[in-house]
C-alpha cells in the first residue's frame, strides 16, 4: 500500500461519506452521525469525530474523513486483503486470525472468521468490500466497541 489512497478505494470511501452525510452539505456533522447510528451513545457518536479528525466545528470533512480511512481502516484492511483483491473473504479472515490466535483451533478459528463475514458484508454475498469494512469500523468505533478485537464479540 502506497501512502495514497486508490481511486477504487477513494471511491469505496466517499461512497460510505455519502450515506453518513444524509444531509448533502459536504461534510459529517454530530447530527448526521446520530441519524446514521441509531442507538448509539453520545460517547460513541464523540469517539468517531475524534478518530475521524473532526474539525473545531464538530464536522468531518471529507479530506478528514478519508485520512481517517487511510490511517486506520485501510491499514487494517490491508491485513485481510494481502492480494489487493479488493474485497475479502472467510480464508482471507482465517489467514490473519491463525496469525492472531496463537492457541485458537481450527473450528474456534473457523466460528470466528464466519462470524466477521457475516458482521461485514453487508449484501450477503460472502465477500467483503473496503466500504463494508469502513463502515463496520465506524459502527464499532461509536458503539465503543474495539474493531479490531476478535475474540470479544
Not at 459529517?28 to 478518530?51: A, F, P, R
Not at 473532526?54 to 491485513?79: D, H, M, N
Request: with cysteine; charged share 30%; net charge negative.
Amino acid at each position: 500500500m502506497g501512502g495514497g489512497l486508490t481511486k477504487e478505494e477513494r471511491k469505496q470511501v466517499f461512497y460510505v461519506f455519502s450515506k453518513i452525510d444524509t444531509s448533502k452539505a459536504g461534510h459529517i456533522s454530530i447530527d448526521n452521525l446520530k441519524k446514521y447510528c441509531t442507538g448509539w451513545t453520545k460517547e460513541g457518536l464523540l469517539q468517531v469525530l475524534k478518530y475521524a479528525c473532526a474539525t473545531k466545528t464538530g464536522e468531518i470533512s471529507p479530506g478528514g474523513f478519508e485520512q481517517f480511512c487511510k490511517s486506520r481502516v485501510v491499514y487494517a484492511w490491508y491485513l485481510y486483503d494481502k492480494e489487493g483483491s479488493g474485497s475479502i473473504d472467510v480464508e482471507n479472515v482465517k489467514d490473519v486470525l491463525y496469525d492472531m490466535l496463537k492457541n485458537a483451533g481450527d473450528e474456534e478459528i473457523d466460528t470466528i472468521a464466519q462470524e466477521k463475514i457475516k458482521q461485514w458484508d453487508t449484501n450477503g454475498d460472502g465477500k467483503v468490500t473496503l466500504s463494508d469494512f469502513t463502515e463496520y469500523v465506524i459502527k464499532s468505533i461509536a458503539a465503543e466497541k474495539d474493531p479490531w478485537e476478535f475474540a470479544q464479540e
